[in-house]
């Protein structure tokens, strides 16, 4: 089984320096990207079928093509790599960054070329002080090697690029949130259109891309959308760095085809529930994604089946449910969060996280009505897509959708014995 | 009387040195602020001041963007501020009773420092290391696996 994302990352908490990194392939696939044209590396990534890593999935080649080209369009242009890896439940960009910098990096450059932008960042959450370090340690090198600046490797692109570290706020993710942080505002998201292709940063044409996404294009660059699409299970190209939380008995992150079985992820790599405990449901890609229970562990963990069974893959690192944590406990957990997390900007997503975590404290200390279930249930429509300016409050709704779906018995039963079943 | 100014000359140059890199000056708020963050520990209302002055920007846009962030600091903290995971993952693996050690043993609550103003005590979101929760980060330092036996070695480390 192939592992192009990981198979190079050491143990000993080091990353690849530009060496190491050469050794083993690195920057060829840039080599081949400055042979071709921009428009060629775009059609390369459109055919490999790479969805948007993220959460999103969105293609990640249409995106490029959105970007307008040639020589009397808005410049300059930007290429930025989202590394604000915030999702509750989710660790897997940090794998890439602190182990595997160049890998990013190197895909950071193909991605500006294919787009023809000037100047590049790494949007980094502030909690990731190791990942600062290996990043800023491999632009450095990269500079001093040619791969960044004028004229890289003897072509006529140029590029510069630099680590912006965040300061907080779980909606700089948001494309357009993450936008206004690096222009030094507050990370409100902004109006979509205009799309951040057409006019992003400093209202120029502006790529933003997820961190494992830009890890797999110089492999796709180096050996080709047909491999690339060979790695996967299922239709869509690729591996997945997929984890696990929760109490597993080995908890972590592994790099498989894309389209594994939650089952798989599950039992196999995870290792099943630790003794004492059963399994009741899982987040499969992050806390804003909706449960999904035992009927559907032999779903493939990939965007269109886990979309086809009522839930997101998400950022594919699974939060597992087990039978004596407290289901209204954790939606009130989520729910929490998302209220802290919200911009203000909008009303539903303002006014209706807070109420929505209040009614779930309510629930869980054993002082909800049953009318509150209802409350809850329009909450869930209040807050739909469409509903709010940008999908955080959507992205809220999910669990609680599902959990209101799958566990009503339990909240029903906090209502009807006015406590929490599992604090006794 | 002259108030004597909140920032160095070398903070000043600091802050100039970014927005240098950006088609205007208040892109370099964000950064001014850290920069301001890092030597005095907090942003006081004079160092907003102060750096709405070298952005050309007024006082309130300054602090508009600084209390967005819940990493700014706009009140003063100790010297070193402890932030706990909160998210599901942590909940779910008892980030509550490291939660209830950690005040009990800093006798503090969140958004609280101890009276010798060593330890502030504050949640912060999903630190990205699920597999190994419940989790904090002190300073730049990660700790992971936690269990309220391992608190008191933590907390005496930074003593």
Redesign the interface.
Known sequence: MEKPLTQHIKNDNTWLSLKEYEKVGGYEGLRKALKLSPKEVTEIVKDSGLKGRGGAGFSTGTKWSFVPMGDDVPAPKYFIANAD???????K??LLLEGNPHQLIEGMIIGAYAIQARYSYVFL??????AAKAISSAIQEAYEAGYLGQNIIGSEFHLNM?LH??????ICGEETALLN???????NPRTKPPFPVVSGL?GKPTVVNNVETLSNIPHILNKGAEWFKGLSKTDEGGTKLY?????VKK???WELPLGTSLRELLEVHAGGMQDGYKFKGV?PGG?STDFLTEEHLDVAMDYASVGKVGSRMGTG?I????DK?CPVA?VR??EQ?FA??S?GWCTPCREGLPWTAKILDAIEKGKGKMKDLDLLAFQTNYMAPGNTFCPLAPGAMEPLQSALKYFRADFEKHIHEHNCPWEQ | MIAEKILSTGEIKEIQEVYKHFPVKSAACIEGLKIIQKNHRWVSDEAVKELAEILDMSPDAIDSVATYYSLIFRRPVGKHVVLLCNSVSCWIMGCEKIASSLKEKLAVGYGETTADNQFTLLTIPCLGTCDHAPAMIIGEDLHRDLTTDKLDGILNSYK
């Open positions: 890896e915030m999702e509750p439940g989710s660790f960009d940090r959450r502030w909690a990731y002080h190791h630099s570290t965040s300061v907080g706020r779980y942080a690096l222009e030094g505002k507050r990370a400093f984890g696990a939380s929760g109490r908890p972590g992150l987040l806390g690192t939060i597992v449910l087990d944590t954790m957990n989520l969060f802290q997390e911009c």
